[in-house]
T-cell receptor, first 111, second 114 residues
Framework: DQQVKQNSPSLSVQEGRISILNCDYTNSMFDYFLWYKKYPAEGPTFLISISSIKDKNEDGRFTVFLNKSAKHLSLHIVPSQPGDSAVYFCAASLNAGKSTFGDGTTLTVKP | DGGITQSPKYLFRKEGQNVTLSCEQNLNHDAMYWYRQDPGQGLRLIYYSQIVNDFQKGDIAEGYSVSREKKESFPLTVTSAQKNPTAFYLC?????????????FGPGTRLLVL
């Protein structure tokens, strides 16, 4: 049973527009959520996170929204840039700190 | 520069052979992790270590072994018992295994079976 799901394997947007990446989770005990960005043949790099006590966290062009009642979080990138093209992983963690990752969404930003 | 290094970048394994993937960090992090990524899938946790001389099984530990004799090193051995070892292996570290931890990843090792 997959506890963290990213239902869209891919997303394509035009440069300058908003990118919205979605993530759903099943375990209501998750208390911390993270987004990672991964380029081909490289390790993921941390992008942004949010604690379960918040519903929004913003860092520059990146904003993460958390809806605990729906067990849903989303990453908004605005404006999108071609350099944002990568695979984005959603992750959730419990008090032990181990993160459970989704399968990833490949974002392509077209110039 | 602080960071995580993994070697080699590519590794070939023959049938029945054990191979060891190296992971070193100079971030002074207590916690280290090994993940496996298969095409189109997310990261699955193999083993993690919270402190030197301690490690715990993750979700897919069968066919793998680890050691943590030094804080900066967390090698992963893929044993012959792992029947489907072809994958991309990622090592990560974090300050500690707590709720609000950010993991820093190495560049990965791609393992291929001959």
């Amino acid at each position: 049973d997959q506890q963290v799901k990213q239902n869209s394997p891919s997303l394509s947007v035009q440069e300058g527009r908003i990118s919205i990446l979605n993530c759903d989770y099943t375990n209501s005990m998750f208390d911390y959520f993270l987004w990672y960005k991964k380029y081909p043949a490289e390790g993921p790099t941390f992008l942004i996170s949010i604690s379960s006590i918040k519903d929004k966290n913003e860092d520059g062009r990146f904003t993460v929204f958390l809806n605990k009642s729906a067990k849903h979080l989303s990453l908004h990138i605005v404006p999108s840039q071609p350099g944002d093209s990568a695979v984005y992983f959603c992750a959730a963690s419990l008090n032990a700190g181990k993160s459970t990752f989704g399968d990833g969404t490949t974002l392509t930003v077209k110039p | 520069d602080g960071g995580i290094t993994q070697s080699p970048k590519y590794l070939f394994r023959k049938e029945g052979q054990n191979v060891t993937l190296s992971c070193e960090q100079n971030l002074n992090h207590d916690a280290m992790y090994w993940y496996r990524q298969d095409p189109g899938q997310g990261l699955r946790l193999i083993y993690y270590s919270q402190i030197v001389n301690d490690f715990q099984k993750g979700d897919i530990a069968e066919g793998y072994s680890v050691s943590r004799e030094k804080k900066e090193s967390f090698p992963l051995t893929v044993t012959s018992a792992q029947k489907n070892p072809t994958a991309f292996y990622l090592c990560a570290s974090s300050i500690a295994v707590t709720t609000q931890e950010t993991q820093y990843f190495g560049p990965g090792t791609r393992l291929l079976v001959l």
